[in-house]
């Protein structure tokens, strides 16, 4: 009888076995399947995030497209009155010019004006490029402005309403250099303060090229 019993021991430790197997089997199937779910999670989220990105930076391009001057885009030719009652061509063709977009009231635009006119000093000497400012203010709160600050350009003021979304101008102080064909070759948005800032409008000046000779 002992070798029987001995069987049925065996037997009963081999039942044992399979279920033990079985539960770790179990237990490392469930452990995939939730490794499985995570790295699906992980992969979608991923995706969704790249997804994500690019179109918020389609967006952001098509903003900037929207709202701010592009470089090659043509600007229309506006005629306005400067403060000291001189009729001038803004974005006339023919003529290279550089635009300083302002008002009154801009920090960024007031901490600006030193460059500005030291721009303004350097290039007056040379007919190359015509320099005017766009004040967004009446013409009695420009002129008093430019008096006080010793704006050394001529100021046209308020001009056109159509004229900010014609050259696409949602903030000060803006900058835009065209060329003679009325095509933008340099924009700068923001306070124009450092000695870099400076050098990258006499950089833009520098890269144009003579009247009739194609190019910038």
């Known amino acids: 009888s002992v070798p029987f019993e001995c069987r049925g021991r065996i037997s009963e ?42 179109l918020k930076e389609q967006n952001r391009r098509l903003s900037k497209l929207a709202f701010e001057p592009n470089l090659g885009s043509y600007v229309p030719e506006i005629s306005a009155v400067t403060i000291r009652g001189d009729t001038l061509g803004l ?17 960024h ?46 100021v046209l003021p308020m001009p ?8 696409r101008i949602n903030s000060v102080p803006s900058l835009i250099l065209l060329n003679g064909d009325g095509r933008i070759v340099y924009t700068r ?6 000695e870099l800032a400076v050098d990258s409008v006499f950089a833009a000046v520098e890269r144009l090229s003579p009247l009739g000779q194609g190019g910038l």
């Not at 500005?116 to 402005?145: C, M, P, Q």
Request: hydrophobic residues 40%.
């Open 109 to 154: 635009c007031r901490a600006s004006i030193p460059a500005w006119n030291r721009i303004t000093g350097a290039l007056k000497k040379d007919t190359v490029v015509h320099i005017l400012g766009v004040s967004f203010d009446e013409a009695e709160e420009a002129e008093s402005y430019a008096t006080d600050r010793g704006i050394l350009f001529p």
């Open 189 to 194: 948005i923001g306070p124009l303060e450092t």
């Open 91 to 107: 974005g006339r063709l023919g003529q290279r010019q550089l635009i300083f977009f302002y008002n009154s009231t801009c920090p």
């Open 13 to 54: 430790g081999h039942r044992m076995s399979d279920k033990t197997i079985s539960k770790g089997r179990s237990r490392i199937l469930r452990e995939v399947g939730v490794l499985a779910a995570i790295g699906l999670l992980v992969f979608t989220g991923t995706f969704f995030l790249r997804e994500y990105q690019d």
């Open 160 to 167: 056109e309403p159509r004229t900010a979304s014609l050259y």
